[in-house]
């Protein structure tokens, strides 16, 4: 199991205030699903519509990429999903450890260093100082932050940032994995590191959610691929019959 609290649901790394309002104790019993999702909808405070009646199920060993264009509603499907955000209407059951990778850099204090950061996430997420001081230097060496390690984050460049907050919210092994675009947004030699230790996460991982742009990705990563299109399932399959099609109609669409 994860270092984290079970049902724990993070943002970055970080648990929400909250376990999520649905979420079951333990693994999945009888369907065999670790995401439950039925007739969901939300709406922002203008108003917008953004998941309209959504049914959505993942089971045990699932990798699912989420499509579509800006405004879809991918991110706000994947920050339900995280207890993020709570749905106008529906039921949203998520089961096991969640780590989210939203925001790289979310929770950490500009006035402490690397290393007191790394321990304030562990503190967050429930794991024993003692457990999480192990961590520190497999995380620091990730991160690749040199001799910043003991410098305040104020110093550091947002690439920095994001490589620490990378590092450390990577250091879980959750249940159940959501990403939003993680591997385009930082630079190509982090990119690579990056993308190999989601590929390691994802095989330990009982379920994935990936939000992204990146087909490429998408299509390594993921063996189903649901494509949204004005908060609506417009299309549910195999990752690689679904992203062709989806690839086809947006190469057309320009």
């Given at each position: 199991?994860?270092?984290?609290?079970?049902?724990?649901?993070?943002?970055?790394?970080?648990?929400?205030?909250?376990?999520?309002?649905?979420?079951?104790?333990?693994?999945?019993?009888?369907?065999?699903?670790?995401?439950?999702?039925?007739?969901?909808?939300?709406?922002?405070?203008?108003?917008?519509?953004?998941?309209?009646?959504?049914?959505?199920?993942?089971?045990?060993?699932?990798?699912?990429?989420?499509?579509?264009?800006?405004?879809?509603?991918?991110?706000?499907?994947?920050?339900?999903?995280?207890?993020?955000?709570?749905?106008?209407?529906?039921?949203?059951?998520?089961?096991?450890?969640?780590?989210?990778?939203?925001?790289?850099?979310?929770?950490?204090?500009?006035e402490l260093d690397a290393v007191e950061n790394i321990l304030l996430?562990?503190?967050?997420?429930?794991?024993?100082?003692?457990?999480?001081?192990?961590?520190?230097?497999?995380?620091?060496?990730?991160?690749?932050?040199?001799?910043?390690?003991?410098?305040?984050?104020?110093?550091?460049?947002?690439?920095?940032?994001?490589?620490?907050?990378?590092?450390?919210?990577?250091?879980?092994?959750?249940?159940?994995?959501?990403?939003?675009?993680?591997?385009?947004?930082?630079?190509?030699?982090?990119?690579?590191?990056?993308?190999?230790?989601?590929?390691?996460?994802?095989?330990?991982?009982?379920?994935?959610?990936?939000?992204?742009?990146?087909?490429?990705?998408?299509?390594?990563?993921?063996?189903?691929?649901?494509?949204?299109?004005?908060?609506?399932?417009?299309?549910?399959?195999?990752?690689?019959?679904?992203?062709?099609?989806?690839?086809?109609?947006?190469?057309?669409?320009?």
């Amino acid at each position: 199991m994860s270092d984290a609290h079970t049902h724990s649901h993070t943002h970055a790394g970080l648990p929400a205030a909250h376990a999520h309002p649905h979420a079951h104790d333990g693994e999945p019993t009888g369907d065999d699903h670790w995401v439950h999702l039925e007739h969901l909808h939300f709406r922002y405070p203008d108003g917008t519509e953004a998941l309209r009646g959504i049914d959505m199920h993942i089971a045990r060993g699932e990798k699912v990429a989420l499509l579509g264009p800006n405004g879809a509603g991918k991110s706000t499907l994947l920050k339900t999903l995280a207890g993020i955000i709570t749905p106008d209407e529906g039921l949203a059951e998520v089961r096991g450890t969640i780590a989210t990778l939203l925001q790289l850099s979310a929770g950490f204090e500009d006035e402490l260093d690397a290393v007191e950061n790394i321990l304030l996430v562990g503190e967050l997420l429930g794991i024993p100082a003692p457990r999480m001081r192990k961590k520190v230097p497999a995380i620091l060496d990730f991160a690749d932050i040199g001799n910043f390690a003991d410098a305040e984050l104020r110093t550091y460049s947002s690439g920095m940032r994001a490589r620490l907050g990378f590092s450390v919210a990577t250091s879980v092994d959750p249940d159940v994995l959501l990403l939003d675009e993680v591997l385009s947004t930082s630079d190509e030699s982090f990119k690579k590191k990056s993308s190999a230790r989601i590929k390691e996460m994802a095989r330990q991982a009982q379920a994935i959610v990936y939000v992204t742009h990146d087909l490429e990705s998408a299509q390594e990563l993921c063996t189903r691929a649901i494509e949204l299109r004005d908060g609506r399932i417009v299309a549910d399959g195999p990752s690689e019959q679904v992203i062709s099609a989806y690839a086809r109609r947006m190469r057309n669409a320009k």
